[in-house]
């Protein structure tokens, strides 16, 4: 009976320490996942850094410092208080964007990274706007940025951490330089509306000028036609006169008059001109010896009749 108690004994043992080394096995079996790093130290000192994939550690002489996660993380810093060149004290919040690039550095190369970069990004940012007037510090975000990121960068090297990118979410100047800020912009805004009400008065008196000079260079140039189409009309109607002129006195020529008939056509245009309003005629020479003539043809006619 004691025999089957030893043996029975023996075999929970022997199955207990199966079990405890199957968990034991299972519990130093590691799965590392994508975009993560382990940092494993053996009795304390450096050991290895494991990457993507199955992995298994030494029970008691292995164990995993750290678990680092590769992929660019982000930061974002409460306001802080930052003096300016000028001694304008502004709250300035920041965000950091960084990747670790070396498990290893980072978990052996400085003390809480975290708090590290925090510090580091205040300082610097301190040092940084200290070279600036307010003027400056809110138009050069950019270059406050690039400054930065490029110390930053340089400065946590060391610890296994690459800083890619830095942002300036906020800038809040003291309340009184806010309340004069606006009042410069207002100024300023209205300057430029009283700028662009003048433009827009010397463009329309401009419009309206070249209107009234293409105007009058219109009814200038249709002035000039009207002349020239009167002119034209005169010429052709004096051409016509002359015409008819000189054709009655071809005619005339052809039928060959005498001097008598000639002097009865004076007689004749000098009884026109006596007609009109005149007040003074003066008759030519030749005319006294024609009214004779008239009165003696006149008394000859009268003759017979008696």
Not at 45 to 50: D, L, N, T
Not at 102 to 110: A, N, Q
Not at 112 to 118: D, F, H, L, R, Y
Request: charged share 25%.
């Amino acid at each position: 009976m004691s025999e089957f108690w030893a043996n029975y004994s023996t075999v929970i043992l022997i199955a207990a320490a199966v079990i405890i080394l199957f968990i034991i096995i299972i519990k130093n079996i590691s799965v590392v996942q994508q975009s993560r790093a382990y940092v494993i130290e053996r009795l304390g000192a450096f050991s290895a850094v494991w990457e993507v994939g199955i992995h298994f550690k030494l029970p008691f002489i292995e164990r995993i410092a750290r678990r680092v996660s590769l992929k660019e993380q982000v930061l974002d810093y409460p306001p802080q208080p930052v003096i300016t060149k000028d001694n304008v004290t502004m709250q300035i919040d920041t965000v950091v964007y960084f990747q670790i690039t070396d498990p290893k550095l980072y978990t052996y190369g400085v003390e809480q990274p975290m708090i590290a970069m925090e510090t580091l990004t205040a300082t610097t940012l301190r040092n940084i706007i200290g070279d600036l007037e307010l003027d400056q510090t809110l138009t050069s975000r950019d270059v406050i940025n690039t400054k930065m990121r490029a110390i930053l960068d340089e400065a946590t090297d060391p610890w296994g951490i690459k800083v890619t990118r830095v942002e300036l979410k906020n800038i809040l100047p003291p309340q009184d330089i806010q309340n004069s800020m606006e009042k410069q912009m207002k100024a300023e805004r209205d300057r430029r509306q009283a700028i662009l009400q003048a433009e827009g008065t010397k463009h329309s008196q401009i419009l309206v000028a070249e209107g009234e000079k293409e105007s009058a260079i219109l009814r200038a140039d249709a002035e000039k036609q009207s002349a020239i189409l009167r002119a034209q009309g005169q010429a052709e109607a004096i051409l016509a006169v002359q015409k008819a002129t000189a054709e009655a006195l071809r005619l005339l020529n052809e039928a060959c008059p005498n001097d008598q008939v000639i002097k009865l056509k004076a007689l004749e245009a000098m009884q026109k001109v006596a007609d009109g309003k005149a007040t003074k005629i003066i008759i030519p020479s030749d005319l006294q010896g024609l009214a004779g003539l008239a009165n003696g043809l006149i008394e000859s006619v009268k003759e017979p009749k008696q």
